[in-house]
């Protein structure tokens, strides 16, 4: 069966588990044939194969980042897609890929952050995970902490804790008072209790 076939839009599905099942297939089976052909359905003229490919690539990327990897450049050339779902698509693809390829997305920050200011939510919930994943690297730490305090600033209300809390895992003593003044400052805006609670708990380590 042509891999086409086996995406959820072929089989009629509108869930994703025949997506998933085909990831953990190319990752096991180690089909380094079937993520180019992926790659190739990304220009699909059908915009719910496209949606598909992206989300086995993901997927793929999340098991077996080395399979995808060789294929960043096209992920990072999707977030200018005028297609949403492709751009939070690729941006999911990315994050899933960035343990494995740090150098590559860190010579893409300027893309990866663009395209962060212009998208969805979900496309800056990944963004965050890419620059914490980063930061992780001693030579971007510095970069990436100082761009994850922006986030920060501007981050959406009701994604502030989250961010805050990912932030938190990997932000050195030199950093801490101005990342603790930036969520002082936005503490009023929170006005949901479980999602004050969880700021302030932040605030706390920060501040020990």
């Known amino acids: 069966m042509p891999l086409i076939d086996k995406l959820a839009t072929s089989l009629n599905r509108r869930d994703e588990v025949p997506n998933k099942q085909l990831a953990q297939t190319i990752a096991v089976t180690n089909d380094a044939d079937a993520v180019k052909e992926l790659v190739s359905l990304l220009h ?25 990897v060789p294929y960043t450049s096209e992920l990072v050339k999707l977030l ?82 989250t961010y805050a809390e990912s932030t938190a895992t990997i932000v050195t003593a030199n950093y801490k008072p101005e990342m603790a003044r930036i969520l002082t400052q936005r503490l009023p805006e929170v006005e949901h209790e479980a999602k004050r609670r969880r700021l302030t708990n932040v605030l706390q380590k920060l501040q020990k």
Do not use: F
């Open 44 to 68: 699909h003229k059908d915009r719910n194969i496209q949606s598909d490919a992206i989300k086995v690539l993901d997927e793929t990327g999340a098991l077996k980042p080395e399979l995808v």
């Open 80 to 161: 200018q897609s005028k297609n949403n779902r492709m751009v939070w698509g690729a941006m999911a693809a990315l994050s899933a890929l960035a343990p494995a390829a740090p150098a590559i997305l860190y010579n893409n920050l300027n893309a990866i952050l663009d395209a962060a200011a212009k998208g969805s939510v979900i496309t800056k919930d990944h963004t965050v995970k890419i620059l914490v994943i980063l930061a992780e690297t001693p030579a971007y730490t510095d970069d990436c902490i100082v761009l994850l305090l922006d986030q920060l600033k501007d981050a959406p209300v009701n994604q502030l804790p």
